[in-house]
């Protein structure tokens, strides 16, 4: 006879925010190693929470890849890696800002 399942709903949902947020670690750190692992324009690479994903040309954004974009599948999220650069947090602001000296990098 099986053994009945004495798992409660919020046993269930806590498991399975500890396996999303597993999944999604997996995937940020895939994503950035995928990227190159460290700003494109300053090098830096201590910290993966400070690296962010730039897009070159916003027209062609399918989706933004934070958080929310590491649900997505791999090779959806390789594409839409294609279409951008990492860098770091500092150098994304001054890219938007329009005050990076390295312009040569962003579009290599």
């Known amino acids: 006879m099986p053994k009945k399942d004495t798992r409660t709903y919020a046993d269930r949902a806590e498991y399975l925010k500890r396996a999303v947020a597993?999944?999604?670690k997996?995937?940020?750190?895939?994503?950035?190693d995928y990227g190159g692992g460290?700003?494109?324009?300053?090098?830096?690479?201590k910290c993966i929470g400070a690296l962010s994903f730039h897009h070159k040309d916003p027209s062609q954004k399918d989706f933004?890849?934070?958080t929310r974009g590491m649900t997505r599948?791999?090779?959806?999220?390789?594409?839409?890696?294609d279409k951008c650069i990492l860098v770091c947090a500092?150098?994304?602001?001054e890219i938007h800002a329009d005050?990076?000296?390295n312009k040569n990098k962003l579009n290599a």
């Open 22 to 24: 597993k999944r999604r």
């Open 26 to 32: 997996t995937l940020r750190q895939k994503a950035v």
């Open 73 to 81: 599948s791999w090779e959806k999220m390789q594409k839409e890696i």
């Open 99 to 101: 005050i990076t000296n």
């Open 64 to 66: 933004g890849l934070s």
């Open 38 to 45: 460290k700003c494109r324009v300053c090098g830096y690479k």
């Open 90 to 93: 500092n150098c994304h602001a």
